[in-house]
């Protein structure tokens, strides 16, 4: 088992930036390729981006490459999540998940591949 915890969420300008963090507890966290998930009032939960256990992978969804980035600090047992540039169409929950069996890092995008959640945390963009 482990626990997932989201923080850092907020309001901010479009053209701005915040950071997110998913910390856990439980089990080792390094055993586990991490993703970060969005969902807009309405909408389905949508990828963002993952990492795989060591951090040396991360694979991002085409709406977030190049204006987001994911890391991880093993040592902390957290999960990070920058965002800049960030638009309207950002608004969303964001969640963080922990994906137990080895898979490839494409397939870290489907979130029926994840076993743990956080409760998520709000962006709100405004214009």
């Known amino acids: 088992q482990v626990q997932l915890v989201e923080s850092g969420g907020g309001l901010v300008q479009a053209g701005g930036s915040l950071r997110l963090s998913c910390t856990a507890s439980?089990?080792?966290?390094?055993?586990?390729?991490m993703g970060w998930f969005r969902q807009a009032p309405g909408k389905e939960r949508e990828f963002v981006a993952s990492i795989n256990q060591s951090g040396g992978t991360t694979y991002y969804a085409d709406s977030t490459k190049g204006r987001f980035t994911i890391s991880r600090d093993n040592a902390r047992n957290t999960m990070y999540l920058e965002m800049n540039n960030l638009t309207p169409e950002d608004t969303a929950v964001y969640y963080c998940?922990?994906?137990?069996?080895?898979?490839?890092?494409?397939?870290?995008?489907?979130?029926?591949?994840?076993?743990?959640w956080g409760q998520g945390t709000q962006v709100t963009v405004s214009s």
């Open positions: 998940g922990a994906l137990v069996t080895p898979v490839e890092i494409t397939q870290t995008q489907a979130s029926s591949m994840y076993d743990y």
């Open positions: 439980g089990r080792t966290f390094s055993y586990y390729a």
